[in-house]
């Protein structure tokens, strides 16, 4: 019981890091698509 109560655990943290490092990778992508945009219509 214990063991497949970590192992269930060690999918859904895994789920939620996985989940979060996307997030963050479309975040930082969109920002830095953005950031040069905008440094190119300074320019």
Excluded: C, P, R, Y
Excluded at 1 to 6: P, S, V
């Amino acid at each position: 019981m214990t063991t497949i109560g970590i192992f269930l655990l060690g999918i859904f943290v895994t789920g939620l890091t996985f989940t979060a490092v996307i997030l963050v990778g479309l975040q930082e992508a969109a920002d830095d698509s953005n950031v040069q945009v905008e440094d190119t219509t300074e320019i």
